[in-house]
């Protein structure tokens, strides 16, 4: 049973950071894409940063690119998010997703799938809000 634990959310003034962190356990975290999705009240739950197993490969939203950084430590089963000059917009339930890597597509080509649909596993989410 693969589970998803994420860690790091708090409340926070704009313009300031803050690191999520996503552990992973019950699979082999070098065999999936990873995704941090956020969720604001009444909005759709939205891919924010993805990254593929070899970390060769990243997808950022364009309302975060320049200001989060997606990575992961296969060493120790973790993705992140570096989320800087964080604004009020950002405040929402943030999600640590994944899905199993299979095919050439994914493998060598590295394609990061953006339909939730897709994403299998789910954490619990974690709570950010960004105070103006």
């Known amino acids: 049973q693969i589970q998803l634990v994420e860690s790091g959310g708090g409340l926070v003034q704009a313009g300031a950071s803050l690191r999520l962190s996503c552990a992973v356990s019950?699979?082999?975290?070098?065999?999936?894409?990873m995704g941090w999705f956020r969720q604001a009240p009444g909005k759709e739950r939205d891919l924010v940063a993805a990254?593929?197993?070899?970390?060769?490969?990243?997808y950022y939203a364009d309302s975060v690119k320049g200001r989060f950084t997606i990575s992961r430590d296969n060493a120790k089963n973790t993705v992140y998010l570096q989320m800087n000059s964080l604004k009020p917009e950002d405040t929402a339930v943030y999600y640590c997703?994944?899905?199993?890597?299979?095919?050439?597509?994914?493998?060598?080509?590295?394609?990061?799938?953006?339909?939730?649909?897709?994403?299998?596993?789910w954490g619990q989410g974690t709570q950010v809000t960004v105070s103006s």
């Open positions: 997703a994944a899905y199993d890597i299979s095919g050439v597509e994914d493998i060598l080509i590295l394609r990061i799938h953006t339909d939730r649909s897709k994403y299998a596993y």
């Open positions: 019950g699979r082999t975290f070098s065999s999936t894409t």
């Open positions: 990254i593929t197993w070899n970390s060769r490969n990243t």
